[in-house]
């Protein structure tokens, strides 16, 4: 039987370690659970929060609606040839699916450990890391209709994947809850190595064949240098989106700024690293109040203890205003704001 608790504190189910409260908060274990919750009306009329694993998020304020938290567990697999199908249920902690094709040595998703978050969260961002990105992994996924109770199977093509952007976030915003995901990866590695630090790190370790545990390992440490752990000091991640502007608008930016840190980006466009451009503005490492930059990576910003939503947000305006003032760049939030 579905239970469905009363003013229920999202401290320990949010990565920041924001203190708000739900009102109502209802955990998903089995895709029936879904089909009981929404045959009362009840929950049709009232404002709503999927959560996963709570860390792509700002929680500003006590949550006047109701939670469901997806706690769908399983992973499977299928092998057809060299191609291998990975089938996930949607509350599985993402690095833990990582580990597990690592450990089986189905490549592709290597370079994506170490991502906080669980896997129905995904698709929804097109999480990425490290020149790879959820799309180029992904296959389908299963998810269920609030308005009609029935489930739908969606395409790479119907999720119409973005830089961390998908139909989950856009039209199809509020609609769906996802319930599973299935990935198609190889037993044949094809290494993306060119992307940061990876190429330099292996060659630290004298590692001149990686294999996809190496590069995993190599990305986990890397993170680890940089990102801070949430179970000791809250944060979300990357908390900004790398901007993509135009070729004629970055030649322009060049002519003042010949050291910005760019990648190509498809359609002639190219990608600005959000670290270095708050960075440049004297951001790393700056507490304020409870809130501040991490030590090691400008683009996350943390909570030092006791910080509030509000808080956390009005920092990152301060942020933004400074990096469009300084580079007449726009940095957009990647984290989603929940009011």
Known sequence: MLQIQENVSLKNFNTFGIDVNARYFAEINHEADLVELFA??????VQRLVMGGGSNMLLVNDFDGLVIRLNIRGIQHRISHDDVHVDAGAGEVWND????????????????????????????????????????????CHA??????????????DCKFGYRESVFKAELAGRFIITSV???????????????AIEQELANRNIENPSIKDVSQVVSH????????????????????????????????M????????????????????????EQCGWKGK?????????????????????????????????????????GVLLQREVNIVR
């Open 40 to 45: 009362d009306p009840q929950w049709h009329k």
């Open 97 to 140: 699916l990582v580990n597990y094709c690592v450990a089986h040595g189905f490549a592709g998703m290597e370079n994506l450990s170490l991502i906080p978050g669980s896997v129905g969260a995904s698709p929804i961002q097109n999480i990425g890391a490290y020149g790879v990105e959820l799309k180029d992994v992904f296959e389908s």
């Open 144 to 157: 269920f209709e609030i308005a009609t109770g029935e489930f739908r199977t969606f395409s790479k093509d």
């Open 182 to 196: 299935k990935f198609k990866l190889s037993l044949e590695p094809h290494l993306n190595l060119k992307y940061g």
């Open 222 to 253: 890397i993170r680890v240098s940089k990102l801070p752990d949430p179970s000791t000091i809250g944060n979300a991640g990357s908390f900004f989106k790398n901007p993509v502007i135009s070729r004629a608008n970055f030649e322009a930016l």
């Open 255 to 278: 002519s003042k700024h010949p050291d910005v840190v760019n990648y190509p980006a498809p359609d002639n466009m190219v990608k600005l690293a959000a670290g270095w451009l708050i």
């Open 287 to 327: 507490q304020v109040g409870h809130t501040g930059t991490w030590k090691n990576q400008a683009l996350v910003l943390v909570n030092h203890g006791g910080a509030t939503g509000e808080e956390v947000y009005n920092f990152s305006s301060q942020i933004i205003d400074s990096v469009y003032d300084k580079f």
